[in-house]
C-alpha cells in the first residue's frame, strides 16, 4: 500500500474528525485539553510522515485509494510540496490550540470543534487525489473558518464574513463547472492522471480563467483582495493564524497543482496578467500598508504584497522561481502567522489593536520585544530568515523571464522595510507614556512556548533551507518539465559581443 | 578548528551569550565575554594579515555547510581567506575590539550595557561574513547583517524619537541600495549562472562587449551589471544621493559611529567594489561612474562639513568625503590605493570619533563645538590623540623624505593615481580631490581651533548649565562657570593610544606593500602595475599639490578659528544664500522628504480610501449587496442566512457533480 503499511493520511483526517465530535460534548476544560493532544498527535504523525518520507523516490507517496461510486474515489497521497504544506499545517494546529487557551472563554468545545474540522479539511486539500474530493474540502474547509470569525469574533464580524463569502461564492461555481468539464474530457477524475492530460489549447484558457477566480481569491490577488483585512481584523487571533499561516496558502497550492500543470499554454497566454495583478499589488498593498493604524490590517495588506511574490515566482515557470514561491509561502505561513500571534499577545492584555495606543514595549516586555523584532525582520527579509531564501529564488527566477517586472517587484523589499520598521518603531519604541501600556507584563511562559518553535523554524528556513528543499525538488523538477514547452522567453537577449582584450593585466605579480 | 572560522564565530558566540544570557551571568561577564572574544579574534587576525604581507600565505576557502541549492543556482556558507580579506580582518577586529574596551569607559552609566555589547559582537559577526564570502549572497547576507546591526545600534537609545526616526532612515534608505545589489546578483546569475565570485571573476573578461536587455534597453552587459551593484555600494558607504541616513545616524551611542560609521561597515562598499574589480575593469562606463561619483561625493561632503556645528556631524561629513576619495581611487584603477585608504583612515578616523566621544564625555554630553573652547589644558591626553588623528587625516608629511602621518601616504596617493591615470574623468578626480583636500585640512583645524584652543564657551552649553546649576547670566565673566572637564579613564584612553600609533605609523609602515606590491596582492584586486608606475613618475607640482592643499586649508582655519573669531560669522553674512545651502546639507533631506516620503503616504492612503473601499468595495461586495437590497428584501434574508446559502449553493453544486458522475459510471 505505502511505505508505512498503514493508511497514515487517513488516519490524520479521521483522528481530528473523531476529536471534533467528542469536543462538542466536553466542557471548556477537557476540549482544550482534547484539543491540543490531537494536534500534537497530528504533528508526530507529521514528523512520521516526513521522516518516512523518501526524497527521490516515487512522485506519489503514501497512496490510499477505494473506490465509492462512480468515478468518485477517496484517493489520498502526496508529494513532497504537499508533505511540507502539511507539515505547515500540523505544526501551526497546536499553536493556534495555544494562543486560544486563555482568550477564548465562550462556547469553547464547538471552537475546538471548528479548528479540528478545519485541520481535517486542510490536511485532505494538500493529499487529495480526486479532484472532486479535492473541490468539496477545499470549499469546506471556508466554512469552519465562517464559523470562527462569525462566532467568536470582533464587533463587525458578520460584514467581514459576508465580503468573505460573496468573494468565494463566484469563484467556487465557476470552478466546478471546469472540473466537470475536464473530467468528462479526460474521462477521469484522477490528479497525477489529469497532470499529464493535455487539454486542447483553446478549451484551456476558460478553464485556466475559472480555476482562476477561485484561486486569485483565495490568494488573495489584487484586486480581489479587500476581503482579507476584513477577515484579520474580525477573526480570533488563533482564527487569524490559520488563516494567514494555511489557508492563504490554499491559491497557491492551487496555481501549483491545477493551472500551471494542467493547462501549461493558457498559464503562458496569461502571463501579463499575473505579473500585471502582482505588480500592481507589491506596490499599492504596501503602501496601503504604510498608512494603517491598525496592527491586523496592516500586517493582512503585507500579507497581500508577500503573495504576490509567490504568484510571480509560480509563473516565472522555471525551477527557482517555483522552489522560491513554494518557500515563501511556507516561510509566509511561520512569519505572518507568528505576527498575528504577536499582535495577540499585546491585544491579550489592552484590547486593542490600535498600534497609537502602544509605545515603549522594548522598557517593560523585552523578550516580546525581541521575538517581535526577529519576525518584522524575517518579514522583511533579511538573510538569514526563511523570508530571504524564498524571496530571493522567486526573484532569480522571475529575472530570467522579465527584467523589468522583477524591478518593480523588488521595490517591495524598499517598502516593507518602510511600514514594518514604522509599525515596530510605533509598537516597541518610545517612551512608555500610557499608564496601561506600562502595567502589562512580559511574554508568559504559555507565548513563550507558542512563539519559541516559530522563531527556531524561521531560523532554520533561512540558515539551512535544504531540509525543506530537498523534498519539493523532484516534484519542482516533474512541474517545470511538465510545464518547459510553454515556458516564456526571457526578455533579457544576452547577445556576445567581439571579444575583447583586456589591456590591463589581472595582478600577475608583475609589480616593478 | 581553523583560526578564520574561530574568528568569525567567536563574535556571534559572544553576541549570542550575552544577548540572551546576561539575565543568568550577569552585566560585567557578559562585557568580559564579548570584549574577550574580539581581543581572541583580533589576536588571529594579525598573523594572517602578516603573513599576506610577508607572502607566506595564499588565499583558501574554508566550507562552513550548504546553503542554497536550486538548481543551476547553489552556494554554501564559506569563508574565503585572500589578501583583500585579510586586510578586512585586521581592520575589522582591531577597531571592534578597541572599541569594545573603550565602551567599558564611555556607556559606563547605561542600565543597558549587555544588550550593546551583544548588538556590537553581533555586528562584528556580519562583517566578517560579509568579508570572508566567496558568492554574492553570502556578501549580501553580512551587507544586510551590518545593516542590522547599525539600525539596532543607532536606535539603541529607542526613547529617544530622533535615533528612532535616524535608524528606519538607514535601513530603509539602505534598501534602496539593495535593491540595486539584489537585481546585480539576478543579473549576474542570469549572464554567468553562478553566484560565484571566483568564477564571475573568471569569466567575467569574456563578457565584456556583449549585451543584454535591461527593462526595455539595450545596455553593454557588464556596465549594467556593475552598475547595479555600484548602486548597492552607495547606499552602504553614503555616497551623494544615498548618503542622508550616515549624518543622522549620529545619533547612534560614539563607540558605533566610530566603528560602524567610520572604519568599518561604511567601507563595505569600497570592498566589494575592490573584491570585484576585475569585473568592473571590464566596463569603462561603470568605472567612469564610480569615479565621478566618488568625487562629487568627497567634494559634496567637505563642503557640507565646513560650517557643521556638532562635533560628530563634522566627522560623519569628513567620513563620506573620504569614503569619495576611496572610490574614485576605484574608479581610476588604482583598487590598491582605495583599500590602502581605507586601511588608514579605519584607524585614524575611528581615533577622530572616539576621540570626540572623550570631548563628549569630559563636556556632560556636550556636542556642540560652539560650547566648546580651550579644551587642550584640562584633557590633555584626549587632545594629543585628537591631534594625532588630525594630522594623520589631513596628510601631513613631508614628500622628501617619504614620511608622515597615515593619510600623507594613502590620501596623497589617492591624488597622484587620479592624475596618472591620464583620463579626462581621471583629471576631474584629480582636481576635486586636491579642492576637497584643502576643504579637508580646513574642518579639520576648524574642529580643532574650536575645541581645544581660544577662550572656554561652557557656560552656553544647557548641558553644562545642568551640570553646575548655572544660567549664563549668573556665572558672568566666569565662562567655564566653574565647570570642570574630566579626562576620560583608562578604558579609553587605551584605544586612543593604539589607534593614534595606527594614525601615525600605519601609512609609512605599510606603504610599500599596499601600494607598490602586486605579490603582496597576488590576484585578490586587479593591480594595476603600469597605474602604479605612472603614479610614482607625475610631475613634482602633482605631487606638493596635496600638501600644499593641506597647509592652505591650515592656514585659512588658522587665518579664521584662532585669530580673529569674529570672521566666520561675517563671512557666513556676507555669503549667506551659500552658507545656507552648505548649513542646511544641500537640501537633500527636504527634497527627498517631498518627492519620496509624503507622496508615499498620500498614495497610500489614496489607494487605501479612494481604491479598496472608494471603489473596490463600493462597487463589489457593498455594491452587489446594495443592488440586491435595492431589488427586493432579499437582503435581509440573504444576509443573515449567507452561510447556509453557500452550503446550499455548494451542496447543490455537488449533488449535480454527484448524479453527474454516478450517470457516467453507469454508462
Known amino acids: 500500500m505505502n511505505q508505512l503499511d498503514f493508511p497514515i493520511l487517513s488516519l490524520m483526517m479521521g483522528l481530528p474528525m473523531a476529536a471534533a465530535i467528542i469536543c462538542l460534548f466536553l466542557n471548556a476544560q477537557a476540549a482544550r485539553w482534547l484539543a491540543l493532544a490531537t494536534t500534537l498527535a497530528l504533528f508526530v504523525l507529521g514528523i512520521v510522515l516526513w521522516a518516512n518520507y523518501d526524497i527521490g523516490g516515487p512522485q506519489w507517496q503514501y497512496v490510499e485509494r477505494s473506490d465509492l461510486f462512480g468515478n468518485f474515489a477517496w484517493a489520498l497521497g502526496i508529494d513532497g510540496i504537499s508533505m511540507m504544506l502539511i507539515m505547515l499545517t500540523v505544526f501551526l494546529m497546536p499553536i493556534c490550540i495555544g494562543a486560544s487557551w486563555e482568550s477564548i472563554q465562550t462556547r469553547v468545545g464547538e471552537y475546538m470543534a471548528a479548528f479540528l474540522f478545519m485541520e481535517v479539511l486542510m490536511i485532505g486539500v494538500f493529499a487529495a487525489q480526486d479532484i472532486f474530493l479535492f473541490y468539496i474540502l477545499f470549499e469546506a474547509g471556508l466554512i469552519p473558518m465562517y464559523l470562527i470569525i462569525g462566532i467568536w469574533g470582533g464587533a463587525n464580524r458578520i460584514y467581514a464574513s459576508y465580503k468573505f463569502f460573496l468573494y468565494t461564492l463566484l469563484g467556487s461555481v465557476v470552478m466546478l463547472i471546469a472540473m466537470l468539464w475536464m473530467v468528462q474530457d479526460a474521462g477521469t477524475s484522477d490528479i497525477p492522471t489529469l497532470l499529464n492530460y493535455d487539454f486542447a489549447p483553446e478549451a484551456q484558457t476558460w478553464l485556466w480563467l475559472a480555476f482562476f477566480a477561485s484561486f486569485a481569491v483565495k490568494m488573495p490577488m489584487w484586486p480581489v483582495h479587500t476581503w482579507l483585512p476584513d477577515a484579520h481584523v474580525q477573526a480570533p487571533t488563533a482564527g487569524s493564524v490559520i488563516l494567514a499561516g494555511v489557508l492563504l496558502k490554499m491559491g497557491g497550492y492551487g496555481f501549483l497543482r491545477f493551472s500551471l500543470p494542467m493547462f501549461p499554454e493558457a498559464s503562458e497566454q496569461f502571463i501579463w496578467l499575473v505579473f500585471g495583478l502582482s505588480m500592481v499589488a507589491v506596490i499599492y498593498t504596501s503602501l496601503v500598508a504604510l498608512v494603517q493604524q491598525d496592527m491586523k490590517k496592516l500586517i493582512a495588506y503585507s500579507s497581500v504584497a508577500h503573495m504576490a511574490i509567490v504568484t510571480l515566482g509560480l509563473f516565472a515557470f522555471n525551477r527557482q522561481g517555483i522552489e522560491g514561491a513554494v518557500i515563501v509561502m511556507l516561510s509566509h505561513g511561520l512569519v505572518s502567522g507568528a505576527l498575528f500571534l504577536c499582535v495577540g499577545v499585546i491585544y491579550d492584555r489592552l484590547h486593542t489593536r490600535e498600534i497609537d495606543r502602544y509605545g515603549g514595549l522594548a522598557i517593560n516586555m523585552p523578550k516580546y520585544a525581541i521575538l517581535f523584532l526577529l519576525f518584522t525582520m524575517a518579514s522583511i527579509g533579511l538573510p538569514g530568515t526563511s523570508g530571504f531564501v524564498g524571496e530571493f529564488l522567486s526573484l532569480i527566477g522571475l529575472y530570467e523571464v522579465n527584467s523589468w517586472v522583477t524591478l518593480v517587484a523588488t521595490t517591495g523589499i524598499i517598502l516593507g522595510a518602510g511600514y514594518m520598521l514604522y509599525l515596530y518603531r510605533r509598537v516597541a519604541f518610545g517612551e512608555l507614556v500610557h499608564e496601561d501600556v506600562k502595567a502589562m507584563p512580559d511574554l508568559s511562559a504559555r507565548e513563550m512556548a507558542l512563539l519559541a518553535p516559530i522563531a527556531a523554524a524561521v531560523m532554520w528556513m533561512g540558515v539551512y533551507p535544504e531540509s525543506f528543499m530537498a523534498p519539493i525538488r523532484g516534484d519542482v523538477g516533474a512541474l517545470v518539465a511538465r510545464i518547459d514547452r510553454a515556458a516564456p522567453e526571457g526578455d533579457a537577449h544576452l547577445k556576445m559581443g567581439e571579444a575583447k582584450a583586456i589591456a590591463k593585466d589581472h595582478a600577475e605579480g608583475e609589480a616593478h | ?667
Not at chain 2, 607566506?56 to 550548504?66: G, H, K, Q
Not at chain 2, 563607540?255 to 561604511?266: D, E, K, Q, R
Not at chain 2, 614620511?403 to 591615470?421: L, T
Open chain 2, 1 to 667: 578548528m581553523n583560526s578564520i572560522t574561530l574568528i568569525v564565530f567567536l563574535p556571534l558566540l559572544a553576541a549570542i551569550v550575552a544577548g540572551f544570557g546576561n539575565r543568568i551571568i550577569g552585566n560585567v561577564p557578559a562585557k568580559v565575554i564579548t570584549t574577550g572574544a574580539l581581543f581572541a579574534a583580533c589576536a588571529l587576525s594579525w598573523p594572517i594579515f602578516i603573513g599576506f604581507v610577508s607572502g607566506t600565505s595564499s588565499a583558501e576557502v574554508v566550507p562552513v555547510m550548504t546553503w542554497i541549492i536550486s538548481g543551476d543556482l547553489n552556494f554554501d556558507w564559506s569563508l574565503r581567506v585572500d589578501t583583500l580579506t585579510a586586510v578586512m580582518l585586521v581592520v575589522v577586529t582591531t577597531v571592534s575590539a578597541l572599541v569594545h574596551l573603550y565602551s567599558w569607559g564611555y556607556m559606563d552609566e547605561d542600565p543597558d550595557q549587555p544588550r550593546f555589547f551583544a548588538y556590537l559582537s553581533l555586528f562584528t559577526f556580519a562583517m566578517l561574513m560579509l568579508v570572508t564570502a566567496n558568492n554574492l549572497v553570502q556578501m549580501f547576507f553580512g551587507w544586510e547583517g551590518v545593516g542590522l546591526a547599525s539600525y539596532l545600534l543607532i536606535g539603541f537609545w529607542f526613547k529617544k524619537p530622533s535615533a528612532n526616526a535616524a535608524a528606519i532612515k538607514a535601513f530603509v534608505v539602505n534598501r534602496v541600495g539593495d535593491l540595486g545589489f539584489m537585481l546585480g546578483i539576478f543579473a549576474t546569475f542570469l549572464v554567468f549562472g553562478t553566484v560565484s565570485i571566483p568564477e564571475i571573476l573568471e569569466a567575467a573578461p569574456g563578457m565584456a562587449g556583449s549585451t543584454i536587455t535591461f527593462a526595455g534597453m539595450r545596455l553593454d552587459t557588464m556596465t549594467i551589471i556593475c552598475l547595479l551593484l555600484f548602486i548597492g555600494a552607495m547606499g552602504k558607504s553614503a555616497q551623494l544621493g544615498l548618503h542622508t541616513w550616515l549624518p543622522d545616524a549620529m545619533e547612534g551611542p560614539t563607540p558605533v559611529s566610530a566603528l560602524i560609521h567610520a572604519a568599518t561597515m561604511v567601507t563595505a562598499g569600497v570592498f566589494m567594489v575592490c573584491r570585484l574589480s576585475p569585473m568592473f575593469e571590464t566596463s569603462d562606463v561603470a568605472l567612469t561612474v564610480v569615479t565621478v561619483v566618488g568625487a562629487c561625493t568627497a567634494i559634496f561632503a567637505a563642503t557640507v562639513g565646513l560650517v557643521q556645528n556638532d562635533i560628530k556631524r563634522v566627522i560623519a561629513y569628513s567620513t563620506c568625503s573620504q569614503l569619495g576619495y576611496m572610490f574614485f581611487a576605484a574608479g581610476v584603477g588604482a583598487y590598491n590605493v582605495a583599500m590602502f585608504h581605507l586601511f588608514t583612515h579605519a584607524f585614524f578616523k575611528a581615533l577622530l570619533f572616539l576621540g570626540a566621544g572623550s570631548v563628549i564625555h569630559a563636556m556632560h554630553h556636550e556636542q556642540d563645538m560652539r560650547y566648546y573652547g580651550g579644551l587642550r589644558k584640562e584633557i590633555p591626553l584626549t587632545f594629543w590623540a585628537m591631534m594625532a588623528g588630525t594630522l594623520a587625516i589631513t596628510g601631513v608629511g613631508i614628500y622628501w623624505l617619504h614620511a608622515g602621518f597615515a593619510g600623507f601616504h594613502s590620501k596623497d596617493a589617492i591624488i597622484e593615481a587620479a592624475f596618472a591615470s591620464g583620463s579626462q574623468v581621471g583629471q576631474f578626480a584629480f582636481f576635486i580631490g586636491v579642492l576637497a583636500a584643502l576643504l579637508t585640512s580646513f574642518y579639520s583645524w576648524r574642529l580643532m581651533f574650536l575645541t581645544f584652543w581660544g577662550k572656554p564657551r561652557w557656560i552656553q552649553s544647557e548641558h553644562i548649565q545642568h551640570s553646575v546649576h548655572k544660567t549664563p547670566e549668573q556665572a558672568g565673566d566666569d565662562t567655564t562657570g566653574g565647570y570642570h572637564p574630566h579626562e576620560s579613564p583608562l578604558t579609553m584612553l587605551v584605544p586612543l593610544g593604539v589607534l593614534s600609533v595606527g594614525a601615525v605609523f600605519a601609512g609609512f609602515v605599510f606603504s610599500h606593500a599596499f601600494i607598490d606590491d602586486g605579490g603582496f596582492w597576488n590576484g585578490a584586486i586587479a593591480y594595476d602595475a603600469g597605474l602604479m608606475h605612472a603614479m610614482h613618475e607625475v610631475p613634482l607640482w602633482v605631487k606638493l599639490s596635496a600638501t600644499a592643499a593641506m597647509l592652505s586649508g591650515l592656514a585659512t582655519a588658522y587665518f579664521m578659528y584662532f585669530r580673529g573669531t569674529d570672521r566666520p560669522a561675517r563671512l557666513a553674512a556676507t555669503f549667506s544664500p551659500l552658507y545656507a545651502f552648505f548649513f542646511n546639507k544641500w537640501y537633500f533631506d527636504e527634497l527627498y522628504d517631498r518627492i519620496f516620503i509624503r507622496p508615499a503616504f498620500w498614495f497610500g492612503r489614496l489607494f487605501w480610501k479612494k481604491g479598496d473601499e472608494g471603489t473596490i468595495d463600493r462597487f463589489g461586495p457593498n455594491g452587489i449587496a446594495s443592488v440586491i437590497a435595492s431589488g427586493s428584501g432579499v437582503m435581509k434574508r440573504f444576509q443573515s442566512g449567507y452561510l447556509y446559502t453557500y452550503a446550499l449553493v455548494m451542496l447543490l453544486g455537488l449533488a449535480a457533480a454527484a448524479t453527474w458522475i454516478i450517470v457516467q459510471g453507469a454508462s
